[in-house]
Every structure is written in C-alpha cells, then in structure tokens.
C-alpha cells in the first residue's frame, strides 16, 4: 500500500505561481510513477503530468510550457512536485497526486491506482 498526502493548494490570481508537494510513504515500489491529475466542477479528470522512474516527464497540452513536475527520493517517502505558473482561471480544479508500480511505461493515466486526497486550487482573473 502506498500513502499519498498532498499539500500546497490554494487562493491565487491569474498570472501568479504555486507549488504543490505531495509526499508518499509506505511501500514506495508502487510509486516508480508518479503523476498528476486535476478535476474541475462537472468534468472528468485529467491527467496534468507525469514522471517516470528515470525522471522522463510528460505534460498534458494545456500546462505544457507552464507546469514543471519533479520529484525528490527520501530514505522512506518520495516527494513529489508540481510547480504551477503563469495561471489561469481554467487551471482551477482538485489537484491530486496519483502512482502506480512499474509496469513498463508510465503514459497510461488509467494504470494510476493510488490517490491522494487532493487539493484546492483556485485561480481567480
């Protein structure tokens, strides 16, 4: 089992920057990909970024540009990042970290079976 905690969402304007972290712990084997998703009010979720074991990153064409994922492996948790700028009011949504273990990519947003709660992020023009 893996434990996903994100943090660092909140109020901001339109053109502004924030962080997300989000640390996992638990059985980190099942945290080789880690990405992140976003769901606005009445649509479905998406996936925003992606990192895989070799730090190969993958964005969705909306954030391209403007979102850096990262991540950082501890001795018992991982820690992993999304650095938001430039944002807009279309950015507003949860945003939740998710992982799976290693099953030879990392690109399939439907392999990610471990959530975390998720944040607020809220963009105002």
């Known amino acids: 089992q893996v434990q996903l905690v994100e943090s660092g969402g909140g109020s901001v304007q339109a053109g502004d920057s924030l962080r997300l972290s989000c640390e996992a712990s638990?059985?980190?084997?099942?945290?080789?990909?880690m990405a992140w998703f976003r769901q606005a009010p009445g649509k479905e979720r998406e996936g925003v970024a992606l990192?895989?074991?070799?730090?190969?990153?993958?964005?969705a064409d909306p954030v391209k540009g403007r979102f850096t994922i990262s991540k950082r492996n501890a001795k018992s948790t991982v820690d992993l990042y999304l650095q938001m700028s430039t944002l807009k009011p279309e950015d507003t949504a949860m945003y939740s970290c998710?992982?799976?273990?290693?099953?030879?990519?990392?690109?399939?947003?439907?392999?990610?079976?471990?959530w975390g709660q998720g944040t607020q992020v809220t963009v105002s023009s």
């Open positions: 638990g059985d980190l084997h099942n945290t080789a990909c």
């Open positions: 998710a992982a799976h273990k290693w099953a030879g990519s990392c690109d399939r947003w439907d392999w990610y079976n471990y």
């Open positions: 990192i895989d074991p070799y730090g190969g990153t993958d964005y």
